[in-house]
């Protein structure tokens, strides 16, 4: 790859994962309890501190406030936090933007 390919890529990863991410939970049915993404669970040990925290997520973005704070009590602010960087990422590529124009 080129360096100017490799340079688009690493200036627009970090939101384009962050939006993938927080889609794909929006999109997700909170109430299913499907396979665990959580590495503790996977090497055997029973306690995950970021346990429900993708159907807090869900759950915010449907609104439903109350099953969030059940679920997991960051899954509200996740979203802000994300919502926020991905803006400000946006901005500052924006701002790039006009400054070499």
Known sequence: MRSRDMRFIRKHLEWFVFSAGLLSLAL??????????????WIGINFCPGEGLGHSVSYTFRGNFEAALQAHLAGPAAVFILTGRIINIWKELYQEKTNYT
């Not at 997700?28 to 669970?41: H, I, K, V, Y």
């Open 28 to 41: 997700m049915r909170p109430e299913n309890a499907g396979t665990s993404l959580c590495f503790f669970e």
